[in-house]
């Protein structure tokens, strides 16, 4: 016991990283209050002991089982309220209650299905993906374990676990919960869970480095016993494990996302459209009740006010209901399971819809190094060697060779010498390379591949050294197996992952573990390893050693030895514990053969080995050295009678023939699209941060080597350590803390380290910060939107590193872009910081530890492959192939995405606006309306909403990639380029258009425009002297105002059958009569609107003149109208014309209907140009959707214009070839100005993204935040 309490003191230098770790085993063993008292030690138990029954059952009821905390879901109802806080959502709504009120209720519940459908459809994709901790707890769901209870072992269920159970461990255990080590024989775990590094982390009873994050005399809840055997004490279970953070940061963080970056958008321009459609329904009306403007189908008596003004009202809020864009959430809907489906055929599955926005919004990728940007697989990268190629020679010759190309496990690929392997040879590399294949052909002229068959003009030095590496590496990794599926035809190996790297080195020059016909290899077969005296690797020496049989020819691996050496040891390990022992190099010998011993190591050649191993080391390459060892009898007794392993391995390093023969670079290697796409994104404007758990001389070496950190930038100043954000120790009181949950050793240790620690902290001690923070505010945690790294921390909290100030953090974030020694918290801290200062920050990440950090991102994507169920479960992006590349596509689908929003939103707002200055002129200028009624809502469905579904589909601009992201502050979707040189021309073409269209449409079926003059009057002598088309009669009532028919008994009109504006009228006068349905509808034709002659005055009542029926009369405001003779004929009887068959009311119906043709067509038409910033010609048929549309759109307007019930339904006229043809026409008038316009936009968008090209490279590699955005980004 007194070993073991030794063994867990921590030096007095510990680090900080070292005292949070401590502090919270002290912390969170502590739980429920109390003290350390010395006097009631004796009522603990000793180390080693563990826990009675009772006392466990005890704690088990105090502190509650050991497992994961479920998170709070949000309600179906609060997600449905949080979708309705959009504004467009609210309009809609508004104008379906007044398109019922005003009787149009088909209309009304178009309006009222769009918002539903698309609010639930969006709430059930959010509900459906909360609880991102759930798989979490799954994962963390341990099996039963071994425990010490009584003083014996006994099996207890991971849940039940406490504070002070002693735990055995195992190889293949998965850790129950935070453990102090008690003992441990070769202790490793893997600590991805918590790290995102697949590396083993070597256990000791005491900390071996100042900066590790997580300590090596601790195992963590979560992590797997990879080898050896242990036995720990539990610190810390459940919510309170270092596990228990990550789960406590994804339950907190349910409603952390609200509304997207589109959506605050698109609530702005709601904004400014409520406050257009106030001023519209002022205005508008105003308009109408002033000029006295009538619908000639349902005219108002002349002196009826209130009807006008009521009818005015009702004009204005239609108009201001028109210019509501009701189909914008919808579309957005459709854009985004677009992008969602378009970003899944490029191995990127969406979780959430809304992190498209996110992406295409992305300011910051924070993303994890390994798996990401590195392959995640060991890769044998560089062979250096030294060899003396005559026995005069003083220094030996080197021989650096490198592999390539590195893809994985994958034996596909050769060796060069590094001075011939130039960065274009490599590249022609990668374009060639096929994963597939198992051996291609790379060599080039001048640069053979020194692992292919040795033609004459090979055989020189660099292959003879690379064959014995090659042997010699496949020989001593005798345990580690590659392994090919059939199936899928992927690789993996079966060992340790330094020697797969090894082994499929080996592969790549043709070794493999089994023959066609052999079981085993023919190398294993030649060389017969000698299992008994076989030094095993062990942390402590850091080495191992195989002997092997040297044939009679004694040549071994093309390595010549002595006649009396029987076998040959080849032993590998770390350089630093290994090349002290070597004392001889290689000599190159006669025939193609090398001779060892060659002769003694000089200084000079042991120098050159450790810049060697220094410089693999700046390249963030793990070292592997190897050296061969003649064994002859002698030698081979002194092996065999050796009673341990550490004898052998003594035997073999004292040896005068120990001769160096290989020093290995292994790293996991850049994805070799990783680089490209880095650039990609600066040149987009994106920043990349890459946080790892790694080393920072490796993470800054993975930084340079991918773009990450520029060639002309300071390594040391771009990187930091993840430490350094943290406010020294974990803040612990120690008068909080329950000794009697741990053993007398455990407490002992803990409470001597933290009081060291507190001891060395200058400045006030974090105790007496804890118990300020704590006093000062008793109610614990603050209410926060969610938990943050400096919430103030309740007792329970205080195991959770602390951090500095905010602005200190945002300092550091703002200016590193490769962080090393990551925690999970670090991450959310680094993420939170860039969020805060206006970021849009995408996180990438694959463990459990980059959970928390993923759900916090603005956008967190997980890795399909080798990411965590808990990973994936957080994330909104699942990258299915585990590529960096993959992100910048998702990047460039989400500006596609946003940019055809754009385009969406000012082609809606344009025809929006378009039709309602139509209307407004129609009003100002008196004429009858171009469109009304149901044709605004069939319009509103086969123009405004289905057709621009197609720009979901629509190419990215060529520039899209090339610009920085765009600002989301007060973003209104369209920007300022956008409404000047699209919006404005095509509202004040479109109207003209239409306006031109509608006045040749009426005036050529009526000889009249203003629909004043198409309504007729009452007034004596009106028709006759040409001034109106009809004539009204009426009657006074007893206060002398002028009661006017419903229906004219009158009208005129010149009227041109053929529709042609060049060909002379033809005068149609018709007289009213009494006629049934039947025969009015066998003698008019919907074509031309004549009637025959059942109006003609001689076939009428009217025959004998006016004054038949009529008389003179003048009303009270001295006006002489026709009135009816007295007792001449009843309301009912009386000779009218038909209210919609006459031909003034008919021809402004075939006008109408022109003017209908000409916005319907003209809209779908325009669109197309819409769709690209260029020249629309080209693109007609480049997307086959709106080619689809357009077909849609052309039989709609067909069956519209000529299928009678419909037509009829619509208000509509079928028309003649001549009248469609010239309302095409004005149409194809509205592309042209529209195209116009379009070039003076593409000149001033050049010359701005000219600008936004360099800025948005600035902005990447200065690291600016994004509170200092760049003027413009917006008009980007």
């Given at each position: 016991e007194r070993h073991i309490t030794s063994g867990l003191v921590v030096p007095m230098a510990a680090a900080p990283t070292e005292a949070s770790s401590i502090a919270a085993a002290a912390a969170v063993a502590g739980g429920g209050g109390g003290t350390f008292d010395d006097d009631d030690e004796e009522a603990r138990p000793a180390t080693g002991e563990g826990l009675s029954h009772a006392?466990?059952?005890?704690?088990?009821?105090?502190?509650?089982?050991?497992?994961?905390?479920?998170?709070?879901?949000?309600?179906?109802?609060?997600?449905?309220?949080?979708?309705?806080?959009?504004?467009?959502?609210?309009?809609?709504?508004?104008?379906?209650?007044?398109?019922?009120a005003m009787g149009d209720e088909v209309k009304s519940y178009v309006l009222i299905g769009i918002v539903f459908f698309v609010c639930t459809i969006n709430t059930i994709g959010e509900y459906s993906g909360q609880d991102p901790g759930r798989a979490l707890r799954e994962q963390m769901n341990a099996e039963a374990v071994v425990a010490i209870r009584e003083g014996r072992e006994a099996s207890v269920q991971a849940q039940d676990l406490v504070v002070g159970d002693v735990v055995?461990?195992?190889?293949?255990?998965?850790?129950?919960?935070?453990?102090?080590?008690?003992?441990?024989?070769?202790?490793?775990?893997?600590?991805?869970?918590?790290?995102?590094?697949p590396t083993e982390q070597q256990k000791s009873l005491v900390p071996k480095k100042k900066d590790e994050a997580f300590l090596s005399n601790m195992v963590y809840s979560g992590t797997s016993?990879?080898?050896?055997?242990?036995?720990?004490?539990?610190?810390?279970?459940?919510?309170?494990?270092?596990?228990?953070?990550?789960?406590?940061?994804?339950?907190?963080?349910?409603?952390?996302?609200?509304?997207?970056?589109?959506?605050?958008?698109?609530?702005?321009?709601?904004?400014?459209?409520?406050?257009?459609?106030?001023?519209?329904?002022?205005?508008?009306?105003?308009?109408?009740?002033?000029?006295?403007?009538?619908?000639?189908?349902?005219?108002?008596?002349?002196?009826?006010?209130?009807?006008?003004?009521?009818?005015?009202?009702?004009?204005?809020?239609?108009?201001?209901?028109?210019?509501?864009?009701?189909?914008?959430?919808?579309?957005?809907?459709?854009?985004?399971?677009v992008g969602s489906r378009e970003m899944a055929a490029r191995n990127a599955m969406v979780t959430r819809r809304s992190v498209v926005d996110y992406l295409g919004a992305t300011t910051v990728i924070c993303t994890d190094k390994t798996g990401t940007l590195t392959q995640g697989k060991m890769t044998a990268k560089a062979i250096f060697g030294l060899c003396r190629t005559g026995t005069d020679s003083e220094t030996a010759a080197k021989s650096h060779l490198e592999f390539y190309p590195m893809c994985g496990l994958s034996p596909n690929g050769g060796v060069f010498s590094a001075s011939k392997l130039s960065p274009e040879a490599k590249q022609r590399m990668d374009t060639k390379f096929d994963l597939k294949q198992t051996r291609q052909v790379f060599a080039e002229p001048g640069l053979p591949d020194l692992s292919a068959p040795h033609d004459a003009d090979q055989r020189g030095l660099d292959a003879q050294l690379l064959h014995a590496h090659l042997v010699c590496g496949f020989l001593t990794c005798y345990s580690t197996k590659l392994i090919r599926d059939i199936?899928?035809?992927?690789?993996?190996?079966?060992?340790?992952?330094?020697?797969?790297?090894?082994?499929?080195?080996?592969?790549?020059?043709?070794?493999?573990?089994?023959d066609k016909n052999l079981p085993t290899s023919a190398l294993q077969c030649t060389y017969d390893r000698d299992a008994g005296l076989e030094v095993p690797f062990t942390s402590k020496r850091k080495m191992s050693a195989t002997v092997h049989a040297v044939p009679a020819d004694q040549l071994f691996a093309g390595i010549l030895f002595d006649s009396g050496v029987t076998h040959c040891a080849i032993v590998k390990g770390a350089p630093e514990v290994l090349l002290p022992h070597v004392t001889s190099v290689l000599l190159a010998g006669d025939g193609g053969r090398l001779n060892a011993p060659g002769g003694e190591l000089s200084v000079e050649e042991r120098d050159v080995l450790q810049a060697q191993n220094d410089a693999l080391a700046s390249q963030a390459l793990r070292s592997l050295a190897v050296a061969v060892c003649p064994v002859d009898g002698s030698k081979l007794q002194e092996l065999r009678g050796a009673p341990g392993a550490e004898e052998r391995l003594a035997a073999l390093l004292s040896s005068p023939g120990l001769c160096f023969l290989s020093l290995w670079g292994i790293y996991d290697p850049p994805r070799a699209a990783v680089p490209g796409?880095?650039?990609?994104?600066?040149?987009?404007?994106?920043?990349?941060?890459?946080?790892?758990?790694?080393?920072?001389?490796?993470?800054?070496?993975?930084?340079?080597?991918?773009?990450?950190?520029?060639?002309?930038?300071?390594?040391?100043?771009?990187?930091?350590?993840?430490?350094e954000l943290q406010q020294g120790a974990c803040a612990v009181n120690l008068s909080k803390t329950s000794g009697r949950r741990l053993s007398m050793a455990a407490s002992a240790c803990l409470k001597e380290n933290l009081t060291q620690w507190d001891r060395k902290t200058s400045g006030d001690s974090p105790l007496s910060t804890i118990a300020e923070e704590t006093s000062s505010n008793p109610s614990g945690r603050k209410k926060t939107r969610m938990l943050s790294v400096h919430d103030v921390r309740k007792d329970d909290d205080h195991h959770e590193p602390k951090y500095l100030p905010e602005d200190k953090i945002a300092e550091m974030t703002s200016r590193i872009n490769v962080w090393a020694?990551?925690?999970?918290?670090?991450?959310?801290?680094?993420?939170?910081?860039?969020?805060?200062?206006?970021?849009?920050?995408?996180?990438?990440?694959?463990?459990?530890?980059?959970?928390?950090?993923?759900?916090?991102?603005?956008?967190?994507?997980?890795?399909?492959?080798?990411?965590?169920?808990?990973?994936?479960?957080?994330?909104?992006?699942?990258?299915?192939?585990?590529?960096?590349?993959?992100?910048v596509a998702a990047i460039r689908e989400g500006r596609r995405i946003y940019s055809n929003t754009q385009k969406y939103v000012t082609f809606n707002l344009s025809v929006k606006a378009g039709e309602c200055v139509c209307l407004m002129s129609a009003i100002a200028f008196g004429v009858p309306m171009p469109i009304r009624g149901l044709q605004l809502l069939f319009n509103l469905l086969t123009t405004h909403i289905l057709p621009p579904l197609s720009l979901a589909w629509e190419r990215p601009e060529s520039y899209l990639m090339q610009v920085p992201p765009r600002q989301t502050k007060g973003d209104a979707v369209v920007s300022s380029l956008m409404v000047l040189f699209k919006w404005l021309p095509f509202v004040i073409c479109m109207p003209s258009v239409v306006m031109c269209c509608l006045a040749v449409g009426v005036w050529t079926n009526?000889?009249?425009?203003?629909?004043?003059?198409?309504?007729?009057?009452?007034?004596?002598?009106?028709?006759?002297?040409?001034?109106?088309?009809?004539?009204?009669?009426?009657?006074?009532?007893?206060?002398?105002?002028?009661?006017?028919?419903?229906?004219?008994?009158?009208?005129?009109?010149?009227?041109?059958?053929?529709?042609?504006?060049?060909?002379?009228?033809?005068?149609?006068?018709?007289?009213?009569?009494?006629?049934?349905?039947?025969?009015?509808?066998?003698?008019?034709?919907?074509?031309?609107?004549?009637?025959?002659?059942?109006?003609?005055?001689?076939?009428?009542?009217?025959?004998?003149?006016?004054?038949?029926?009529?008389?003179?009369?003048v009303d009270r405001r001295g006006v002489e109208r026709w009135c009816w003779r007295d007792g001449q004929a009843s309301v009912s009887a009386r000779p009218l014309l038909p209210v919609a068959q006459n031909c003034a009311a008919y021809g402004a119906v075939l006008g109408q209907s022109m003017s209908y043709v000409s916005i319907h067509a003209g809209e779908i038409f325009t669109l197309m140009s819409f769709r690209t910033d260029g020249f629309f010609a080209p693109y007609i048929c480049s997307n086959r959707v709106y080619v689809g549309f357009l077909a849609f759109?052309?039989?709609?307007?067909?069956?519209?214009?000529?299928?009678?019930?419909?037509?009829?339904?619509?208000?509509?006229?079928?028309?003649?070839?001549?009248?469609?043809?010239?309302?095409?026409?004005?149409?194809?008038?509205?592309?042209?100005?529209?195209?116009?316009?379009?070039?003076?936009?593409?000149?001033?968008?050049?010359?701005?993204?000219?600008?936004?090209?360099?800025?948005?490279?600035?902005?990447?590699?200065?690291?600016?935040?994004?509170?200092?955005?760049?003027?413009?980004?917006?008009?980007?």
């Open positions: 006392e466990a059952a005890r704690r088990l009821k105090e502190d509650g089982p050991n497992v994961l905390d479920a998170a709070d879901k949000q309600s179906f109802f609060s997600i449905l309220v949080t979708q309705m806080r959009n504004i467009i959502f609210l309009l809609t709504s508004c104008a379906a209650s007044i398109c019922y055995k461990l195992h190889m293949g255990d998965v850790v129950p919960a935070d453990m102090l080590i008690l003992e441990c024989v070769d202790l490793q775990t893997n600590e991805a869970v918590l790290t995102g590094e016993v990879v080898s050896g055997t242990g036995k720990g004490e539990v610190v810390a279970t459940g919510m309170r494990s270092q596990v228990g953070l990550i789960a406590k940061r994804l339950k907190g963080q349910g409603d952390a996302k609200t509304l997207n970056p589109l959506q605050e958008s698109i609530n702005l321009l709601g904004m400014v459209i409520g406050c257009i459609c106030v001023v519209v329904i002022v205005v508008a009306t105003s308009v109408s009740f002033a000029t006295g403007y009538q619908n000639p189908m349902t005219p108002c008596a002349d002196d009826d006010d209130t009807c006008l003004l009521l009818t005015s009202a009702a004009r204005g809020l239609i108009m201001a209901v028109s210019i509501i864009p009701h189909g914008l959430p919808f579309v957005v809907m459709v854009m985004l399971r199936d899928s035809g992927a690789w993996s190996t079966v060992g340790n992952m330094t020697e797969a790297a090894v082994k499929v080195a080996a592969a790549k020059g043709g070794f493999w573990d089994e796409s880095v650039k990609e994104c600066h040149s987009a404007g994106i920043r990349v941060v890459m946080i790892t758990g790694d080393q920072r001389p490796t993470a800054m070496a993975i930084g340079q080597q991918v773009n990450i950190i520029q060639d002309d930038r300071d390594p040391e100043k771009c990187s930091a350590l993840c430490k020694r990551a925690q999970p918290t670090d991450k959310v801290a680094i993420v939170d910081s860039l969020i805060n200062q206006d970021h849009i920050a995408a996180m990438t990440g694959d463990g459990v530890n980059d959970a928390p950090a993923l759900k916090r991102a603005s956008a967190g994507v997980a890795m399909g492959i080798s990411g965590t169920p808990v990973a994936k479960n957080a994330s909104d992006l699942i990258l299915m192939d585990d590529d960096f590349s993959t992100i009526t000889g009249f425009i203003r629909g004043n003059d198409l309504i007729g009057s009452s007034r004596v002598g009106a028709v006759d002297k040409g001034l109106v088309a009809c004539e009204f009669a009426g009657a006074l009532d007893d206060a002398g105002r002028f009661l006017d028919d419903a229906r004219p008994f009158h009208c005129r009109c010149q009227v041109r059958y053929d529709g042609s504006p060049f060909t002379a009228p033809t005068q149609v006068d018709q007289w009213g009569r009494s006629v049934d349905d039947v025969t009015l509808s066998s003698s008019f034709d919907r074509w031309t609107g004549s009637t025959g002659h059942i109006f003609e005055q001689q076939n009428t009542l009217w025959r004998d003149g006016v004054d038949s029926f009529l008389e003179r009369c759109n052309l039989l709609a307007l067909t069956v519209f214009i000529y299928f009678q019930p419909v037509s009829d339904l619509l208000e509509l006229a079928p028309l003649a070839p001549t009248r469609f043809a010239i309302a095409v026409g004005f149409a194809g008038v509205l592309v042209v100005c529209n195209e116009l316009a379009k070039i003076i936009y593409r000149s001033k968008v050049g010359s701005q993204n000219e600008v936004l090209r360099k800025k948005a490279l600035q902005r990447s590699l200065s690291n600016s935040p994004a509170k200092k955005s760049l003027s413009g980004d917006m008009d980007a």
